[in-house]
């Protein structure tokens, strides 16, 4: 199970490096979702709405790798997500569902049960005043796997929104800080990037998991860039649509003379 879990395999061992990319598209059902990557040799990882132990037991009993919460605030709410994750004794996790064994690999439920506790991954991500206040002590909860960072939220929750791409001085202290936290407590850190030159940054300064691409607005830049290329440069833009203009002008001066 450790082995078919890719993301916690990259986590534990070899470099500690590991990218991936977010689906934001809407779908119909998470767990269509969840094995669809989990069948392309893909560690799926759910994003869940809040820390709500339901949500959390909904998420893993459809087979994702891991489960990534975001807006925590205190080390209360690490231990809280902690229980509703892991299976006794560590935590309160309810037993039985059918469908996370055939995204291992086509466990059986017995091997499930004795071996998710180390195999799944638990991320919480820092992106609140109080999170970022009380880091250290998240940190040190065990059964945390990730800190993650969403600069976004982060930045506007602490006076210093990114605004044109741009971070302040102090925003990018709270992120170094996150990072520190991190690597002292033995636990790996994320960040959630905006393009694959950002990423590659965020993988010099040693972050272990980085998203490089979003679907929705990949899908919307490739796009641009398709059309663009297809128009060709600016000033062969200019002159088609002049040319299209003349033409156009020139139907309705026939047609006012009819």
Same mark, same amino acid.
């Given at each position: 199970?450790?082995?078919?879990?890719?993301?916690?395999?990259?986590?534990?061992?070899?470099?500690?490096?590991?990218?991936?990319?977010?689906?934001?598209?809407?779908?119909?059902?998470?767990?269509?979702?969840?094995?669809?990557?989990?069948?392309?040799?893909?560690?799926?990882?759910?994003?869940?709405?809040?820390?709500?132990?339901?949500?959390?037991?909904?998420?893993?009993?459809?087979?994702?790798?891991?489960?990534?919460?975001?807006?925590?605030?205190?080390?209360?709410?690490?231990?809280?997500?902690?229980?509703?994750? @892991?299976?006794?004794?560590?935590?309160?996790?309810?037993?039985?569902?059918?469908?996370?064994?055939?995204?291992?690999?086509?466990?059986?439920?017995?091997?499930?049960?004795?071996?998710?506790?180390?195999?799944?991954?638990?991320?919480?991500?820092?992106?609140? @005043?109080?999170?970022?206040?009380?880091?250290?002590?998240?940190?040190?909860?065990?059964?945390?796997?990730?800190?993650?960072?969403?600069?976004?939220?982060? /930045?506007?929750?602490i006076g210093h929104s990114i605004v044109d791409g741009t971070m302040?001085?102090?925003?990018?202290?709270?992120?170094?800080?996150?990072?520190?936290?991190?690597?002292?407590?033995? @636990?790996?850190?994320?960040?959630?990037?905006?393009?694959?030159?950002?990423?590659?940054?965020?993988?010099?300064?040693?972050?272990?998991?980085?998203?490089?691409?979003?679907?929705?607005?990949?899908?919307?830049?490739?796009?641009?860039?398709?059309?663009?290329?297809?128009? /060709?440069?600016?000033?062969?833009?200019?002159?088609?649509?002049?040319?299209?203009?003349?033409?156009?002008?020139?139907?309705?001066t026939k047609q006012s003379e009819q």
């Amino acid at each position: 199970m450790q082995a078919a879990n890719r993301l916690q395999k990259a986590l534990k061992t070899g470099s500690g490096l590991t990218f991936g990319a977010w689906q934001m598209l809407p779908d119909s059902a998470m767990h269509e979702a969840v094995a669809a990557i989990a069948a392309c040799g893909v560690s799926p990882i759910v994003r869940l709405a809040a820390n709500e132990g339901w949500m959390v037991k909904r998420a893993l009993d459809s087979g994702a790798h891991g489960i990534i919460v975001p807006l925590l605030q205190t080390v209360e709410d690490a231990k809280k997500l902690v229980q509703s994750a @892991k299976f006794p004794p560590i935590g309160n996790r309810g037993f039985g569902s059918p469908f996370p064994m055939e995204k291992f690999g086509g466990q059986t439920q017995t091997e499930y049960l004795q071996q998710a506790n180390d195999a799944l991954v638990t991320i919480v991500q820092i992106e609140t @005043k109080e999170a970022l206040e009380n880091v250290d002590a998240i940190a040190k909860v065990p059964g945390i796997n990730v800190l993650f960072v969403g600069p976004f939220d982060l /930045g506007n929750n602490i006076g210093h929104s990114i605004v044109d791409g741009t971070m302040h001085d102090e925003l990018k202290e709270a992120i170094a800080k996150i990072q520190r936290a991190a690597k002292e407590n033995g @636990k790996s850190s994320g960040i959630y990037s905006t393009s694959g030159d950002q990423a590659r940054g965020f993988a010099d300064q040693g972050f272990n998991m980085v998203s490089v691409a979003t679907d929705v607005p990949a899908l919307s830049a490739h796009m641009i860039s398709s059309l663009t290329a297809a128009r /060709g440069s600016h000033v062969h833009l200019a002159l088609n649509m002049g040319k299209g203009a003349v033409s156009g002008l020139a139907k309705m001066t026939k047609q006012s003379e009819q």
